[in-house]
C-alpha cells in the first residue's frame, strides 16, 4: 500500500533563511508525489508536483523539491524564507491511476522575523 | 468564477442527527472525493467518485454516505452512526482520470457535534 511520512511536525526558520520540508514515500511502482500548503481554515492550495523527467521540480510562490528515488524522498525547499510562507505544508501520493492521493499528517512552518 | 463551493462553512449537529455536507463544482471535472482533517492526522480519504452515478469507499467511510446523480455534485451525509464526526471536512476535484492531475480543493466545512 502507497504511504507518505512527514517525519517533522514542525520546522521553525528566520526570514531569509533557506528553508525544506521533509517527506518520504512509499509506493509499489512509480511514484506522483505533490505538495500543498494550508493556511488556517482554508481548503488546501496546490504548489507543485513530480511525475516525471528532472529530479528538481519548480512550483508556485519560489518553493521548489527535489525527488530521489533512491532515498525515496521528495523534500519542499525555498532558498529564502518569508514569513508569509508560515502555513500547513503536506506532501501527497499516488502510484497509479484510479487512486486516491494519499496525504502525510502535515508539517506546520513557521518563519519568524 | 469556476471553483468549487462547499456549504455550509460551518455546522453544528446535535447527536444522532444526521447531516449533509454540499460540494458543487463548475470546473467539468470528472473525479471527486471526500476528506477528513482532524489536528495531527493530515488528511484522511473518507469517499471518493471518478465518474457519475459511481463511488468507492475511502480509508475512513464508516458512519458517512455519499451519491454522484450530477457530475457537478457530491453531497457527503455524517450518519448518527459516525462516532466522532466533529472534523473539518474537505472536497476536492480533479482533472482527468489519470496519475498526473492535482487535486483542487473547496473551502472546507467544519462541523461540530455538540
Known amino acids: 500500500a502507497q504511504s507518505v511520512a512527514q517525519p517533522e511536525d514542525q520546522v521553525n526558520v528566520a526570514e531569509g533563511n533557506p528553508l525544506t520540508v521533509k517527506c518520504t514515500y512509499s509506493?509499489?511502482?512509480?511514484?506522483?508525489l505533490f505538495w500543498y500548503v494550508q493556511y488556517p481554515n482554508r481548503g488546501l492550495q496546490f504548489l507543485l508536483k513530480y511525475i516525471t523527467g528532472d529530479n528538481l521540480v519548480k512550483g508556485s510562490y519560489g518553493f521548489e523539491a527535489e525527488f530521489n528515488k533512491s532515498q525515496t524522498s521528495f523534500h519542499l525547499k525555498k532558498p529564502s524564507a518569508l514569513v508569509s510562507d508560515s502555513a500547513l505544508y503536506f506532501c501527497a501520493v499516488r502510484d497509479k491511476a484510479g487512486t486516491a492521493l494519499i496525504f502525510g499528517k502535515g508539517t506546520t512552518l513557521s518563519v519568524s522575523s | 468564477d469556476g471553483g468549487i463551493t462547499q456549504s455550509p462553512k460551518y455546522l453544528f449537529r446535535k447527536e444522532g442527527q444526521n447531516v449533509t455536507l454540499s460540494c458543487e463544482q463548475n470546473?467539468?471535472?470528472?473525479?471527486m472525493y471526500w476528506y477528513r482533517q482532524d489536528p495531527g492526522q493530515g488528511l484522511r480519504l473518507i469517499y471518493y467518485s471518478q465518474i457519475v452515478n459511481d463511488f468507492q469507499k475511502g480509508d475512513i467511510a464508516e458512519g458517512y454516505s455519499v451519491s454522484r446523480e450530477k457530475k457537478e455534485s457530491f453531497p457527503l451525509t455524517v450518519t448518527s452512526a459516525q462516532k466522532n464526526p466533529t472534523a473539518f471536512y474537505l472536497c476536492?476535484?480533479?482533472?482527468?482520470?489519470?496519475?498526473?492531475?492535482?487535486?483542487?480543493f473547496g473551502e472546507g466545512s467544519r462541523l461540530t457535534v455538540l
Open positions: 476536492a476535484t480533479q482533472a482527468g482520470q489519470g496519475y498526473t492531475g492535482e487535486l483542487f
Open positions: 470546473l467539468n471535472h470528472d473525479a
Open positions: 509506493v509499489s511502482g512509480n511514484p506522483y
